[in-house]
């Protein structure tokens, strides 16, 4: 096992009906808050008016932010950040899927930087960079999707549209203070949405699994455990809706496993959310779809790579009883995900690669896998026209 940190400083309240705790929770860390969520969901489905309730009871103020798009902009969170500081915001809460998620985190350091200064400057690829050097406002967590883990990470992803870049920015300053994980909230979810939302939980446990070097013990029992979870209660949750059993197993395991867990003793460098990143920065496809569409051809590419394969044989043999591939393409399948790359995308590959080199090659015009093999823009080609078929 390689050496690590290990860093997690979120409380998390785990449960179903949890979500009354809003204002409780919300009130420990500040008196105003900027509430952040996407345009619909979650006022069609009352949450919204739950949680303002709950708010209201506690005596917290709060100042709406609701838009939050697919796959947030910048533009977005930093209109966000405006907001929450005219409005003189000493907190924020963010409350729906992914999306709103990443959004409030970025928002509570937009919040509090210098006039001026873009949410994107901290990104490491830009051209403005800087270090976060300010203390952000501190997030209340309120997700609905069991999928991305934003609510245990410090991690924002912001797409960039108009240099058509999606990429991460990640510092423990993003951590949030609370998540509140209610897995009532995921009830309202369609089929499709959970079914996404558990290859979502998948890819986060799969990318650091499958290009570690060498074997950690713990970690690898930890991720199998995790993805056995997922691959058996997401088809008994999709087929019974009220089993919250399910639901409540689900979303823990989509917030362990984007949390630091996912970066114990993890040497290497995936790609396979690299590679989705571009695919949503040039088709505007929703994450964990475009995750779906790309896994199996990733899968199958990787695997001529020898210490991909040793881990990829040892998850077939462990946790599938055989192929890991065909048994994850298989599983997939069974829940209505899709296998493959839409055509329309198709045009926009060479695009996408020149991207993924641009942001995440450091200048260079490869990238370096754990085993000290390198990637060229081609190879990259490769797995997105594979995926194609
Ligand atoms: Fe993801």
């Known amino acids: 096992m390689h050496n690590f940190e290990f860093n997690w400083p979120v409380k998390s309240i785990v449960g179903n009906g949890e979500v009354k705790k809003a204002g409780i929770e919300a009130k420990k860390l500040g008196r105003r808050a900027l509430l952040v969520t996407g ?20 005596g917290i103020d709060f100042v709406l932010f609701d838009g ?3 796959n947030p902009r ?9 907001l929450a500081k005219k409005e003189n915001c000493d907190m924020v ?33 830009s051209k403005n960079f800087r270090k976060i050097d300010v203390v952000p406002l501190p997030v209340l967590l309120i997700p609905t999707l069991p999928a991305t883990g934003s609510e245990g990470n410090p991690t924002s992803v912001i797409t960039n549209w108009d240099l058509h870049q999606k990429v991460h920015l990640m510092d423990n300053a993003l951590f949030p203070k609370t998540a509140i994980i209610d897995p009532e909230l995921t009830m309202s979810l369609s089929r499709e949405q959970l079914a996404y939302a558990g290859v979502d939980i998948i890819c986060h446990l799969l990318e650091p699994y499958l290009t570690t070097t ?22 008994k949750a999709m087929q019974n809706p009220s089993d919250v059993e399910s639901r409540m197993n ?54 001529r790579y020898k210490f991909f394969k040793y881990r990829l044989d040892m998850l077939g043999e462990r ?63 490769e797995i997105y026209k594979n995926a194609l078929q």
């Open 39 to 58: 345009r619909f969901s979650v006022r069609s489905s009352g949450l919204l008016e739950k949680v303002s309730a709950s708010l209201k009871s506690a």
């Open 68 to 70: 939050v798009e697919p």
């Open 214 to 235: 060498g074997d950690s013990y713990v970690k690898d029992r930890m991720a199998e455990g995790v993805i056995s979870t997922v691959i058996d209660l997401l088809p």
């Open 74 to 82: 910048v533009t977005t969170i930093d209109k966000a950040g405006a």
């Open 250 to 303: 689900l979303s823990w395991s989509g917030t362990l496993a984007c949390s630091p867990f996912r970066f114990m003793a993890w040497n290497g460098k995936g790609f396979l959310h690299w590679i989705e990143h571009c695919l949503s920065a040039w088709t505007d496809v929703p994450h964990s779809e475009g995750l779906s569409m790309l896994l199996p051809a990733w899968m199958e590419y990787m695997s």
């Open 93 to 125: 809460i963010g409350l729906g899927g992914g999306s709103p998620m990443d959004a409030a985190k970025a928002a509570a350091l937009a919040a509090v930087s210098p006039s001026g200064v873009s949410v994107w400057d901290y990104i490491f690829c």
């Open 319 to 381: 946790v599938f009883n055989g192929s890991a591939e065909e048994g994850i393409e298989r599983w997939m399948k069974e829940i209505g995900a899709k296998t493959r790359l839409d055509k329309s995308a198709g045009d926009k590959i060479p695009e996408m690669c020149g991207t993924l080199i641009t942001v995440y090659a450091g200048g260079k015009d490869f990238v370096e896998l754990p085993s000290g093999e390198r990637m060229v823009k081609g190879e990259f080609e």
